[in-house]
């Protein structure tokens, strides 16, 4: 079982940056594959980016690739979220998820743990 928080959420201005962490308990995080959703007001749930277990493949949904970059770092129990040059529909609620599945999923049900999200505003 392994436990999430993220942390890093706030407001920014259009067009700036912000770094997404999810902190992971646990000593098997290498073991799950890793996701970033977020959830804006009124929409559901989606997938903004995923990583695989060793970090060596990832993907982006179309509306971040070459904005955000996806990491992660095992010996930290550590994931993050690089958002560049963000847009006021970037704003969500950002939460991260774990799968004890052999790769990485764009969906949902695929991740067994998720935390309770942080909230990223983007002001135009």
């Known amino acids: 079982q392994v436990q999430l928080v993220e942390s890093g959420g706030g407001l920014v201005q259009a067009g700036g940056s912000l770094r997404l962490s999810c902190a992971a308990s646990g000593r098997t995080f290498s073991s799950y594959a890793m996701g970033w959703f977020r959830q804006a007001p009124g929409k559901e749930r989606e997938v903004v980016a995923a990583?695989?277990?060793?970090?060596?493949?990832?993907y982006y949904a179309g509306s971040v690739k070459g904005r955000f970059t996806i990491s992660r770092d095992n010996a930290k129990n550590a994931m993050y979220l690089q958002m560049n040059t963000v847009k006021p529909e970037d704003t969500a609620v950002y939460y991260c998820?774990?799968?004890?599945?052999?790769?990485?999923?764009?969906?949902?049900?695929?991740?067994?743990?998720w935390g309770q999200g942080t909230q990223v505003t983007v002001s135009s």
């Open positions: 990583i695989s277990r060793s970090g060596g493949s990832t």
């Open positions: 998820a774990a799968s004890s599945g052999s790769s990485y999923s764009i969906s949902e049900p695929w991740y067994d743990y």
